[in-house]
C-alpha cells in the first residue's frame, strides 16, 4: 500500500490533519509514535550521559539528594537543551 499526503504549508488545519494521518499509519504499520513538540526522544546513551551527569549535579551542588526539585530544576535544564524551549 502506497499512500501519499499532501502537507499545504498554507492550510494549518491541513497540517494538523496531515500530521494525525502520519501518526496513525506509523503506529499501525511501524509500531511506533511519531513525536510531537513535547517529546524528546533520546538514545541510550545519550540517556547514559544524562544520568551520570544528574548524579554529579546533586553529588556537588545538592544537600538534599532525594529532593523532588533539585530533579525538576535538572530535568528542565535537560530540556530546554536538548529541544530548545521551556518544559
Known amino acids: 500500500m502506497k499512500t501519499v499526503i499532501c502537507f499545504d504549508t498554507e492550510d494549518e488545519s491541513g497540517?494538523?490533519?496531515?500530521?494525525?494521518?502520519m501518526a496513525h499509519l506509523t503506529k499501525v504499520h511501524l509500531?511506533?509514535?511519531l513525536p510531537n513538540d513535547n517529546t524528546l526522544?533520546?538514545?541510550k546513551?545519550?540517556?547514559i550521559k544524562a544520568l551520570?551527569?544528574?548524579v554529579d549535579h546533586i553529588e556537588d551542588k545538592c544537600d538534599n539528594r532525594n529532593g523532588?526539585?533539585?530533579a525538576k530544576?535538572?530535568?528542565d535544564a535537560y530540556w530546554e537543551e536538548n529541544i530548545g524551549g521551556p518544559f
Do not use: P, W
Open 15 to 21: 497540517m494538523r490533519d496531515a500530521y494525525t494521518i
Open 31 to 33: 509500531g511506533k509514535r
Open 41 to 43: 526522544i533520546v538514545g
Open 45 to 47: 546513551i545519550q540517556f
Open 52 to 54: 551520570r551527569r544528574y
Open 68 to 70: 523532588l526539585k533539585e
Open 73 to 75: 530544576m535538572f530535568a
